[in-house]
């Protein structure tokens, strides 16, 4: 069966709050199995548009990736994401 990922690109306008997402949002994902595989760090935009942070989690199947991101717990805190950073989520199926 595939993986399943959550991806993510960042950029944080209140670092503050986004702190706190993060604080909130790590435990509710590892609870649905989620493996944190990039989470920050350096990157360099070689095309396309800048973001400035990078995330992915992977899970055991794409199923598991997209209950993850639909839990309501996980849409809760989401709340405080979108209210802090412009960013770009996607739910993945790997190969």
Do not use: C, W
Not at 31 to 57: C, D, N, T, Y
Not at 72 to 77: D, G, H, I, L, S
Request: charged share 30%.
């Amino acid at each position: 069966m595939p993986k399943g990922y959550i991806v993510g690109h960042i950029t944080v306008r209140d670092p503050e709050a986004y702190k706190e997402y993060v604080e909130k949002d790590t435990p509710i994902l590892l609870s649905h199995g989620a493996r944190p595989i990039i989470r920050g760090g350096k990157a360099e935009v070689m095309e396309g548009e800048l973001f400035e942070r990078h995330v992915v989690f992977e899970f055991d199947s794409y199923e598991a990736a997209m209950a993850a991101y639909n839990d309501p717990e996980y849409q809760a805190v989401a709340e405080i994401r979108r209210r802090s950073a412009d960013s770009v989520i996607l739910v993945v199926e790997g190969v």
